[in-house]
C-alpha cells in the first residue's frame, strides 16, 4: 500500500513540475520578446541587477531538477534559501524603474518592459521554489509550502 502512495505522489510531483517548466518556458520567451523590444529603443543606464538574478534562478532551476531526479531534500532546501535575493533584486528593480518613469515620462515604455522582465524572471524562481517544496515533500512527506516567511523575503508582484 505504502508503494502505491509514493508511486501517487512521485507522479503527481512529476506533471507538476511539468507544468511548471511548461510556465517556465512561457516566462522565458515573454522576457525574450520584452529583450527584443528594449533593443530597438535607447536603453535606459540603470543599475540594474539582471545579470544577478538570471544567475541565481539558473542556479536554483539546476538544483531543482537535480534534488528531483537524485532525491535530495536538502539540496531542494537550499534552493529556497536563494528565493529571497531574487526577490530582493525584483524590488530593488522595481523601485529604480518607478522612480525613473516619475522622473523622465519619456523612458516608461522602456522602464515597463524592464520591469515586466524583472517580474517574469521573479515568477521564475518562485515556480523553481515550488518544485523545491514539492521535491522535500516527495523525500520526507513534509509540507513546506506556505509557511510563514519574514515581510522582508515575500515575493513582490510588483510593489515591495
Known amino acids: 500500500m505504502g508503494g502505491m502512495v ?4 512521485r ?3 512529476v506533471a507538476l ?6 510556465l ?5 520567451e515573454s522576457v525574450a520578446e520584452r529583450a527584443i523590444d ?3 529603443r535607447d536603453p535606459l543606464v540603470l543599475p540594474l541587477r539582471f545579470e544577478r538574478m538570471t544567475e541565481i534562478v539558473r542556479a536554483m532551476l539546476h538544483d531543482a531538477l537535480d534534488a528531483l531526479v ?13 528565493d529571497p535575493e531574487i526577490n530582493e533584486i525584483h524590488k530593488e528593480h522595481f523601485g529604480l524603474l518607478q522612480d525613473t518613469m516619475k522622473a523622465s515620462p519619456d523612458s516608461v515604455e522602456a522602464a515597463v518592459d524592464l520591469l515586466s522582465a524583472s517580474r517574469q524572471i ?4 518562485d515556480q523553481t521554489k515550488n518544485i523545491a517544496e514539492d521535491v522535500v515533500f516527495l523525500i520526507e512527506g513534509q509540507v513546506i509550502r ?6 522582508a523575503a515575500r515575493s513582490a508582484w510588483g510593489a515591495p
Open 122 to 125: 521573479e515568477r521564475i524562481g
Open 24 to 28: 517556465a518556458r512561457r516566462v522565458i
Open 17 to 22: 513540475t511539468q507544468r511548471r517548466a511548461d
Open 38 to 40: 528594449l533593443s530597438a
Open 70 to 82: 537524485h532525491r535530495k531534500a536538502q539540496l531542494a532546501r537550499r534552493v529556497l534559501e536563494q
Open 6 to 9: 509514493e508511486e501517487a505522489t
Open 11 to 13: 507522479n503527481a510531483t
Open 146 to 151: 506556505h509557511q510563514r516567511t519574514p515581510p
